[in-house]
């Protein structure tokens, strides 16, 4: 299968610091790009759509102006956690459309 | 979104065959049936899709049933690596404006022993 790759794997960062997730398409370009969180022992929860040179389109509840989402190319997207706050520690996992939905290893945010 | 419902667990022996359950009653005419599983820690690793026939692949096979309300996926010989989650998903076609994304369930959380 494809390969996307997520970095960094994971990251501790203090309250109130933004953080940046960036998600590649290593061997195919991705005109969709997703974005998942995961709290432990749950499963995953779409936050948005990314699309190349447009703005993400999020599911209902998630906040655009705190998760800011940029598609700049056809192989990268990033996720900006603005103002991280505790409860927002959680599994951060991408996923890059090809013929099928191929995803990254995740990034594991803790937030102190 | 179409939902699924699989088992919350399962336990199987290794090298025996395992039959993974999902029921999809509401599926529509053009929904796929996507197969993916998440190791621990890990991202999602798709397994295997189909719409109306069986399929077979080097990892696993689908049986869709024929009013494709439900479907099972099978493992025929569980190792040791296979115990993860396993998601049961209806995708619309890419061309859809909801095509692509996957809605995750619970899944099923298939463990193997020795």
């Known amino acids: 299968g494809a390969v996307v790759s997520q970095h960094p794997s994971r990251v501790i960062c203090k309250s109130g610091t933004s953080v940046k997730i960036e998600c590649r398409s290593l061997?195919?370009?991705?005109?969709?790009m997703f974005w998942y969180r995961q709290f432990p022992k749950q499963s995953l929860m779409l936050m948005a759509t990314?699309?190349?040179?447009?703005?993400?389109?999020?599911e209902q509840g998630v906040e655009k102006d705190k998760f800011l989402i940029n598609h700049a190319s056809l192989t990268l997207s990033t996720l900006t956690v603005t103002s991280a706050h505790p409860e927002d520690s959680s599994f951060y996992i991408c996923?890059?459309?090809?013929?099928?939905?191929?995803f990254g290893p995740g990034t594991r945010l803790t937030v102190l | 979104d179409a939902k699924t419902t699989q088992p919350n667990s399962m336990e199987s022996n290794e090298e025996e065959p395992v039959h993974l359950p999902c029921n999809h009653s509401t599926i529509s005419g053009t929904d796929y049936i996507h197969w993916y599983r998440q190791l621990p820690s890990q991202g999602p690793e798709y397994v295997i899709h189909?719409?109306?026939s069986n399929v077979n692949n080097r990892m696993a096979s689908l049986a869709i049933a024929e009013d494709r309300k439900s479907s099972t996926l099978i493992l025929h010989r569980a190792t040791l690596r296979d115990a993860a989650v396993y998601y049961c998903i209806l995708r619309a076609p890419l061309l859809h404006n909801q095509g692509g994304k996957l809605i995750f369930g619970q899944g099923t959380e298939l463990s193997v022993k020795p």
């Open positions: 990314s699309n190349e040179g447009s703005k993400a389109t999020y």
């Open positions: 061997d195919f370009q991705a005109t969709t």
């Open positions: 189909g719409l109306t």
């Open positions: 996923s890059a459309l090809g013929y099928e939905q191929f």
